[in-house]
């Protein structure tokens, strides 16, 4: 049987199907293609990955107004990712954290920057990973954090023995030219690391983790330069 018989024999059987109340749609596709044998198989192409950084340290997501811009720019943009820095130096601009919140206008303690973002960003499409700075806890300056529950109020300079987790080099200077940072080699620091990464995951739907920062310390660009 040639190739215009057996259609004809398959418009036929359909047309019988039709008056059945029966969907022909995948007799249509199935008939043609085992005649023919070489039909070419089609794929959705490779997902891709168009994505936009976030730091916390400007304009972004630190209040209603800015994460509900970062949205619609995002969308606008035809972007799928953000990635935003939910914490910069043992802080978090979450309250649903084991640290203290960012101490820096205009964000405000009682915002929970990430979980709205979250709800915004899902519901426009968009997935959200969290940047975290993962070592760096203090800058440095001429006031240090606020928050008697800080990382380096507890366990910084003023810390003796063990319950000091600061990284040092090895004539013993904690301070590098980009700030302080936990030593990652110190088994509470560690823990301390992971404990804070764990509760972003177990109490928000992030779709990834991005972690920054994981290293003893760091010189300035210009002195790497």
């Not at 209603?64 to 910069?88: G, W, Y």
């Not at 979250?118 to 300056?141: C, D, S, Y």
Request: hydrophobic share 40%.
């Amino acid at each position: 049987m040639g190739f215009s018989a057996s259609l004809r024999l398959c418009v036929k059987k359909a047309a019988t199907v039709v008056n059945q109340g029966v969907l022909i749609v995948s007799i249509f596709l199935w008939g043609p293609a085992q005649r023919l044998g070489a039909a070419t198989p089609t794929h959705s192409p490779a997902p891709q990955i168009r994505a936009l950084w976030v730091d916390g340290f400007h304009p972004g997501f630190r209040t209603p107004q800015e994460a509900d811009q970062l949205v619609a720019d995002a969308v606008a943009a035809h972007l799928n990712l953000l990635i935003v820095q939910v914490r910069r130096r043992g802080d978090s601009f979450y309250t649903h954290s084991i640290e203290p919140p960012v101490e820096d206008d205009p964000y405000r303690p009682d915002f929970d920057a990430l979980g709205y973002l979250l709800e915004k960003a899902h519901a426009a499409g968009l997935q959200v990973h969290a940047w975290v700075n993962v070592t760096p806890i203090w800058r440095g300056g001429p006031l240090p954090p606020q928050d008697a529950k800080h990382i380096f109020t507890l366990h910084g300079l003023s810390a003796q023995g063990s319950d000091n987790w600061l990284t040092q080099t090895d004539t013993g200077d904690k301070k590098f030219p980009v700030g302080y940072f936990l030593d990652p080699g110190h088994p509470a620091a560690a823990a301390h690391i992971v404990a804070v990464i764990l509760n972003i995951v177990r109490s928000y739907p992030v779709d990834g983790i991005h972690l920054d920062y994981i290293q003893i310390g760091r010189a300035s660009c210009r002195e790497r330069v």
